[in-house]
């Protein structure tokens, strides 16, 4: 029923969270990531009070944190919101489909598996050697746009961390021609789902040792992400070799896409260049205007200086 979230479905058996308490150092890593994913929803305003949230859960280690912090947050966040996580079995040959139910019933998080064979139409479609997960990827997102749809969902959250941000940015530049990355924040196409990334903030290195420490139960995705031949490695490796030859070059190349001058780059779709030369007289002309207001003449100084002094 559209508006109303689906129960959680049960799965035969439980798989519980890590036990005991977690490490000083696992609580450190905790607070710094919870940290970063407030600051991002704060900065963008992605979770607003009463909103629906669908976290996509693959079963890599980006989703599982994303739900992790976001359950996490939930607990204490000034605002109220839902959280359903939604997988899509995509029917890959030997996917263990009982993890995610399992996993997730332990938690007692609501969720919901859209079952769809996106499998078969890459494989007959795509030809061999190629790289699958261009239409992996829109088949994907059009069964999650569908099911947000049809359930009042009314943002889409995303597992996508700063590291994917930085290497979507080099994709667009060096193989699209585009200054382009991924918005923490962005409109669908179509103009009807809110898609977020509350990881935006996190680097991918901080997900990993978090997975680590908290045992997810991860699950390989043999589909796509084991094409060596992928740009993405290519572009993955080499900010990886950057990063290990001058530490920080990564955050420093996000913190560029927060700081954004238009009229330092070349696209007159986005700055009037034509405009400048009006400005330039505009401004002139209002310099000109207070030079003139500000000059005095001699006698009008005088008189300033006469009517300043106390007669007797």
Known sequence: MPGSLPRAAHGTTKMPPPDGRPS????????????????AIQDFGMIAPGDRVMVCLSG????????????????????AFDLLAVNLDQKQPGFPE??????????GVPFHIIEQDTYSVVKRVIPEGRTLCGLCSRLRRGALYRFAAENGITKIALGHHRDDIVATL??????GGRLKAMAPKLLSDDSRHI????????????IERYARGRRFPLIPCTLCGSQDNMQR????????????????RTESIFSA???VELEHLADPRHFDFTALDERRVRTQSAQAGAAHVAAMTMEEEDALIEAAIPRP
């Not at 905790?30 to 600051?39: F, I, P, W």
């Open 24 to 39: 000083r150092t696992l609580a450190r890593l905790q607070a710094r990531l919870r940290g970063s994913v407030g600051k």
């Open 60 to 79: 890599g280690k980006d989703s599982y944190t994303l739900l992790d912090i976001l359950l996490s947050l939930k607990r204490s966040a000034p605002v």
């Open 98 to 107: 009982h993890i995610l139910p399992e996993y997730l019933t332990s938690l």
């Open 170 to 175: 080099f994709l667009n530049l060096f193989f």
């Open 195 to 206: 898609v977020i990334r509350p990881l935006a903030y996190v680097a991918e290195r901080d």
């Open 233 to 248: 490695v290519a572009i993955k490796n080499m900010l990886a070799a950057w990063e290990h030859a001058h530490p920080g």
């Open 257 to 259: 896409l927060r700081h």
